[in-house]
């Protein structure tokens, strides 16, 4: 059941992301001949006045066919005869879909929450060799952990494990009694303070247990650009050899580890509670790997546009579309021959699980 559900939540997510190409296009005139959820074969279709609506049988995305996104620029309605700031927010309009649907997701999931963690210590560990004016004190909240920004108490670890990796040392920065304060060359690592813990930093967090309207909306805006910067991040830990190709999931990992996450939850409550906080992880994800500089993907199709802009108006000559459409084309196979590759190491690693 939960794979099923999970597979639905995918595809969910990828088609919000068509209708935000959807909306913009139509907002600015271009023809769309046909716009689907989900792929393969149809099951249902309806012509409106002008696009041809179809719900076709898998459900792992969707598509906006839009007229002239060959780079044919014939046409009033052609998506290549409109200017370049209107092209720039239809491409950009999917992933703004995605991202503000991650942002009302977390925003209902924290709604339900009666209390919301927060990076101000509540305690130290005891034996905790580092408590005092020049490192930690209670009642402190970690502000910045070297050149990186918290914003949940709930990931301190990991920035720590990241910052930890080119040295023995951090610099962390803290909130007391309302002014930062820098606390410069910690040897922070981690360590047995208690059997019953495992290793750890020696932290512990406490929670705001009465959180205002205002409190949960800021809250959720600080997880969404926690999630936000989770690439440049987990590009860092691959140069640091933290991560590898095992850690990067495709779509059959994705709906692996929503499956997992419902299985194993204690409650039917956690089991939705998690599926919901993975559903705005994903969406926001989506948005932001679509923006990325790659042929195939809006952020590379964003990038090709504005350098054709760029080069046309320095050198004052037309630049045939074909050459745009040729290095899109050849991102798409190599984006595809990616997914084949991540694909099977998935299903290699969930077989080999067993």
């Known amino acids: 059941m939960f794979i099923l559900i999970s597979i639905l939540i995918f595809g969910l997510l990828i088609a919000l992301h068509e209708l935000g190409h959807f909306f913009a296009a139509k907002a600015f005139g271009v023809g769309v001949p046909e716009f689907a959820i989900g792929m393969g074969p149809k099951l249902l279709k309806k012509q409106g006045r ?18 002239g996104d060959d780079n044919d620029t014939a046409g009033d309605k052609s998506l290549f005869a409109k200017p370049l700031w209107q092209r720039l927010i239809i491409f950009v309009s999917g992933s703004a879909m995605n991202l503000v649907a991650g942002f ?20 130290l560990a005891e034996g905790f060799p580092l408590e005092g004016e020049q490192g ?30 080119s040295g023995d040392t951090v610099d962390v920065v803290v909130l007391r009694d309302g002014e930062r304060v820098a606390l410069r060359n910690l040897p922070l690592e981690r360590r047995v303070f208690d059997e019953a813990d495992g290793p750890r930093f020696g932290f512990y967090f406490g929670r705001n247990l009465a959180p205002t309207a205002l409190d949960r909306i800021a809250f959720t805006w600080d997880v969404t650009r926690d999630i936000l910067r989770q690439l ?75 350098v054709t802009a760029g080069a046309q108006k320095l050198f004052k000559r037309q630049i ?22 991540f694909v ?10 067993g």
Do not use: W
Not at 263 to 288: D, F, G, N, R
């Open 136 to 165: 930690f004190l209670v009642g402190d909240s970690v502000y910045r952990i070297d050149n990186m920004r918290v914003y949940q108490g709930t990931n301190i670890g990991m920035l720590l494990d990241i910052a930890l990796a």
């Open 232 to 306: 440049p991040l987990t590009i860092r830990m691959f140069t640091a050899r933290q991560a590898g190709i095992d850690d990067v999931r495709s779509v059959v990992g994705i709906v692996d580890l929503m499956n997992q996450a419902g299985t194993e939850a204690e409650t039917t409550y956690l089991a939705v509670m998690q599926l919901t906080m993975l559903a705005a992880i994903i969406s926001i994800s989506v948005a932001v790997m679509n923006l990325l500089p790659i042929p195939g993907l809006d952020g590379g199709r964003i990038f090709l546009m504005l």
């Open 344 to 353: 099977l190491n998935d299903i290699i690693r969930i077989v080999n699980r």
């Open 320 to 341: 045939d579309p074909k050459y745009e459409a040729y290095i899109n084309t050849a991102g798409l196979l190599l984006l595809f021959g990616s997914m084949i590759f």
């Open 104 to 123: 009302l997701i977390l925003l209902i999931l924290h709604g339900t929450m009666a209390a919301l963690p927060t990076s101000r210590i509540s305690d």
């Open 50 to 67: 002008e696009t041809l609506y179809t719900l076709r049988a898998l459900p792992i995305g969707g598509f906006c066919a839009m007229d």
